[in-house]
């Protein structure tokens, strides 16, 4: 099962018993060239589960005999961090996480560098990054307050500083700042951390590290590109796959699945690759890895608005400018569902102004729109060409995924109008998302204002820069859209594109692969956080309309709010006032119809849902998807979890959801009947999206 979540060119793959614990697949591994001691490898593995379980108060999943002491967190910068105490090794562990908000992505950005300043630290000419300094100057003192209370009860205790991301950044400072200093500083880890300032910093850090050329000291650093050379660990299966040679970086006892993460499919989209169609990867590497040490995450960003909408699911689009291939699900739940009969895949592809770029400029500069699509159809050929290398069978594979994840399954099935054949056989799109008007006049609208923010006039030009200005410049982009919007998404690039046109155009005129199996769904209240709030207070949506799909004539946007959502709240119609009238028109827009598009363009041999377990937002199926087995809530249904993954696993294994355990899920048929899943009831029910309104929307934009 390959998944497209709320999505760099890596995958991640759990597999099941398909691999025997004791076998080693066609490895012609070598010696690596820089290998370190089974000890540092373990404590290498050991600190970096802290900054993780450092981004909140909660303790709840923390490994016996470790308790966390003391939790920062300054919300002027966004920023946490926790001491932890571990009396089994007589320590603590300052744990710093990443990225973890708006704030924390600008502090990220601001690459200006100053004069470096410690506490009693004399390091002339040191500068670093300002924004790293304000990050961990608002927790210092707090920091070094809680160490001092710490020493004081354990004053034999040592300390050990652990960081990831940009939280690796401010443990390399918190490493500057208090080794000098009388907190009895041990060691210092750091994974996936940035640079942090200039080459006379960095041999202040060596200096204080005791590192030399042949001493690398007491701090670890951890890179996506580290060549610290992992030791083989016997007893985990190895994989040749041609141009690199892959072992797997866990086997679980408990669940009998082995974990192989950060796969390269692709090769870096760097250069002259930016914007470019991805390429499989060259060249032969035989020595033995098992990918980067920490997940490699692509540059994303998020509106402002998104901020006030937190409390719900992601909205329309979200998913094409943030989130990475484990942002939001665990999939052992699901594998156990399945008896440990599926290869769980998730991928990450290029996200934003980088993945969905489009436009004439460029176009002229050799790029191709919509790239990111073109980074999941190579995911999915690697797929299809190595997972029997996994136990797996490149006939039975299953496309999995939700919001942008399920919109981008559908882009995938549409893709160059049916005319090129796919590597999978049946697709599960949950909710799909996209904005219905993606003309090619949004592209060029969207990429004009990123070269601007560049202050650069050619996408040539725009390749050239650091990645961390085109960072920045999407981060602004992105977060100053107007609300319900997110700046890129889905483009139409015109004939022989990958889109050439709008999805529901080109299943309405039959141009899509015709030989996938499909099972669908949605939620019953898709668009509750993509509704703009002030439509509640007022009477006439006709501006909100017209701003959210500013293509359409004045006459069709009079039908719209006149005849096919009229101001009517007698139960006639779904919606009992202006907000959730307009909160329908979004979700049969952008989200609803796009099954029923499907649905009927398969004939209606298809199998659907609606997930109907209160509030059903958007997005609010993903906890029973892949539910774990244990109940989180009092308002969580495990009865509706148990169905929706059996459904799911045995449509993945056998290509009917059906089984003997299960309530009966009939496929659509001339009846249009659709299974709603409810806490009350699981059973086929009338489909609510086989109605005018969706006849409508199919066609409304098509060219």
Request: aromatic letters at 12%; hydrophobic letters at 35%; one cysteine or more.
């Amino acid at each position: 099962m390959l998944s497209l979540p709320f999505l760099s060119a890596f995958l991640t793959l759990a597999v099941a018993n398909p691999i025997p614990a004791d076998r080693t697949l066609d490895s012609r591994a070598t010696a690596a060239k820089k290998p370190v001691s089974a000890d540092e490898y373990a404590n290498i593995v050991y600190y970096s589960q802290f900054p993780v379980s450092a981004q909140t108060a909660c303790t709840d999943s923390l490994p016996s005999g470790i308790v966390q002491q003391q939790f920062f967190e300054i919300n002027k910068t966004s920023t946490q961090a926790a001491i932890f105490r571990i009396d089994s090794r007589k320590e603590f562990v300052l744990a710093i996480p990443g990225t973890n908000g708006v704030q924390d992505l600008l502090t990220d950005a601001n690459f200006i560098l100053s004069t470096y300043q410690a506490s009693g630290v004399n390091c002339n000419s040191c500068l670093a990054f300002t924004g790293f300094q304000i990050a961990w100057n608002s927790l210092s003192g707090a920091v070094e307050d809680g160490l001092r209370d710490a020493l004081a009860e354990y004053p034999h205790y040592t300390v050990t500083i652990s960081g990831h991301s940009l939280g690796g950044g401010l443990g390399e400072l918190a490493f500057g700042s208090l080794r000098p200093q009388s907190f009895n500083v041990t060691a210092l880890y750091t994974y996936g951390a940035p640079r942090v300032g200039n080459q006379q910093y960095a041999d202040y850090i060596d200096r204080l590290s005791g590192a030399d050329n042949k001493n690398p000291g007491i701090y670890r650093r951890v890179t996506h590109a580290d060549a610290l050379g992992h030791p083989r660990r016997p007893g985990l299966p190895v994989v040749d796959l041609g141009y690199e040679v892959h072992q797997a970086i866990s086997y679980n006892e408990t669940t009998q699945l082995y974990n192989f993460s950060n796969i390269r499919y692709a090769q870096a989209p760097v250069g002259n690759l930016r914007w470019a169609a991805p390429q499989p990867p060259q060249g032969r590497n035989s020595t033995v890895t098992t990918g980067p040490s920490s997940e490699p995450i692509c540059p994303q960003s998020a509106p402002l608005w998104y901020v006030s909408a937190s409390e719900f699911s992601q909205a329309i689009e979200s998913g094409y400018v943030g989130g990475w291939k484990t942002s939001q699900i665990d999939p052992r739940g699901l594998i156990k569902a399945s008896d440990n009969n599926i290869i769980f895949v998730g991928i990450n592809y290029r996200l934003g102004a980088l993945g969905f770029m489009a436009g004439d400029e460029l176009k002229k500069a050799g790029g191709v729109a919509n790239a990111a699509f073109h980074d999941q159809r190579l995911a999915i050929e690697w797929v299809h060409n190595n997972i029997h290398l996994f136990g797996g069978d490149k006939n039975r594979i299953t496309l999995l995924g939700a919001s942008a994840g399920g919109g981008s399954i559908v882009h995938q099935i549409t893709a160059y109008g049916g005319q090129r054949p796919v590597h999978f056989q049946q697709a599960i799109p949950q909710s799909p998302a996209w904005a219905p008007n993606s003309a090619p006049a949004y592209g060029n609208d969207a990429a004009a204002t990123f070269l601007k923010l560049l202050n650069v006039s050619t996408f040539e030009e725009a390749r050239t820069l650091n990645s961390s200005v085109i960072t920045l410049a999407q981060i602004i982009q992105v977060a100053t859209s107007p609300y319900g919007r997110y700046a890129y998404g889905p483009t139409v690039d015109g004939p022989g594109g990958f889109v050439p046109k709008i999805p529901g155009q080109l299943l309405a005129e039959g141009q899509f692969a015709r030989n996938v199996k499909i099972l669908s769904g949605h939620n019953t209240n898709e668009a509750a956080a993509s509704t703009h709030p002030l439509s509640a207070l007022t009477s006439d949506i006709r501006p909100y309309v017209v701003d959210g799909f500013p293509s359409l004539s004045n006459e069709t946007v009079d039908y719209i709010v006149n005849d096919l959502y009229p101001p009517v709240f007698d139960g006639t119609y779904p919606w009992t006032d202006n907000r959730t009238r307009a909160a329908a028109i979004i979700a049969d827009s952008g989200f609803t119809c796009n099954n029923n598009y499907l649905n009927k363009a398969y004939g209606n041999k298809t199998w659907a849902y609606e997930f109907q377990v209160p509030p059903a937002f958007h997005g609010y199926d993903g906890p029973y998807t892949f539910w774990d087995g244990s109940s989180s809530s009092d308002t969580f249904s495990t009865e509706v979890a148990a169905a929706l993954q059996g459904y799911i696993v045995n449509f993945a294994i056998k290509g009917d959801p059906n089984a003997a355990s299960l309530p009966t899920f009939p496929i659509q048929g001339h009846n249009a009947s659709m299974n709603g899943l409810n806490t009350t009831f699981i059973g086929p029910q009338r489909d609510p999206t086989s109605n005018q309104r969706c006849v409508f929307w199919q066609h409304a934009f098509d060219t």
